[in-house]
């Protein structure tokens, strides 16, 4: 791999030049208990260590623009790469990144006033009583038995979604086809065969793909909207290679605006991630792209 030093000075620092930018200009307003150096610093651990599907590093692979932008939309949506919140993945020769469901938890709980995000799965065999609530679907109730929990007879899943005010819980309900159809628009979705993540951790991608869907559309709803259009979206680039380049000729005029701590260290003030989900599972995470889900 290059010269870190030079790397990190025209992607990391340079992100974080812009982002004091929007903080100074109004456009962007950072959570109290959020720690953009936390995630600056984790953001540039993880890039070090994350390859393109050919093999090579992806701050040698990926344009400096995208690098700068995959930063800049973890910062946008307050998320943390040290817990797992986001995955950093190479398409071509951008970097982009992709929001986990831990992520969408999180942002929920941070723009619409989630309280709880609860996921289960339906089984073959299960009874279950729907209802329909202005027009919306609600799970009334859901009878399950041990016998019926098989990862080979998954019916379908959904969530249930409480939140800290009034309002009343907000249900997601989705089949198995569903499901299944949505995994189909990823990028590398491998069916349904006995060595895929799908088929070996069925019960945890339908989990992911119902708290994904319902979640989505209660940030796209939120007043902060505005904020994530980019990241959620990702329609168009937040900085182009133009303003990257103007950033990094800042930084050449100012030394001193450099990210707290050195590009060689690790970082000890960084929170440890908790290890509760599988490898293979969050490979399979980084896999589905979201974009192309339609929900």
């Known amino acids: 791999m290059g010269n870190l030093a030079e790397i990190k000075k025209n992607t990391v620092d340079v992100a974080e030049r812009r982002i004091r930018e929007m903080q100074n200009e109004g456009e962007l307003d950072i959570p109290a208990d959020y720690s953009v150096g936390n995630a600056l610093k984790s953001a540039w651990l993880k890039l070090q260590e994350t390859k393109s599907t050919g093999g090579k590093p992806v701050l040698e692979a990926c344009t400096r623009t995208s690098i700068v932008n995959a930063m800049l939309d973890t910062v946008v949506q307050g998320l943390s790469p040290a817990k797992d919140q986001v995955y950093y993945i190479a398409y ?158 800042k930084g050449n005029a100012s030394e001193d605006m450099t990210i707290e701590g050195n590009a060689e260290t690790i970082y000890d003030d960084i929170d440890e991630p908790e290890d509760d989900v599988d490898e293979d599972i969050k490979r399979a995470a980084d896999a589905l792209d979201e974009d192309d889900n339609p929900f």
């Open 92 to 249: 071509g020769n951008k970097l982009t990144a992709m929001r986990s469901y831990f992520g969408s938890i999180a942002l929920a709980k941070r723009v619409a006033n989630v309280k709880e995000v609860n996921a289960t799965v339906i089984y073959e065999g299960d009874e279950i009583e729907v209802e329909v609530v202005n027009g919306n679907r609600r799970i009334k109730s859901h009878k399950s038995s041990w016998e019926n929990q098989d990862g080979d007879k998954i019916k379908g899943g959904y969530v249930i979604i409480t939140f800290n005010d009034d309002r009343p819980d907000h249900h997601t309900i989705m089949t198995f086809s569903e499901c299944e159809a949505a995994w189909k628009q990823g990028k590398t979705y491998k069916g349904m065969n006995g060595s895929s993540p799908h088929a070996k951790f069925t019960k945890d991608m339908v989990e992911k793909t119902v708290i994904n869907k319902a979640t989505k559309k209660l940030i796209k709803g939120s007043s902060d909207s505005y904020l994530f259009a980019k990241s959620v979206d990702r329609s168009t680039d937040i900085m182009t290679e133009e303003k990257v380049a103007e950033q990094i000729e």
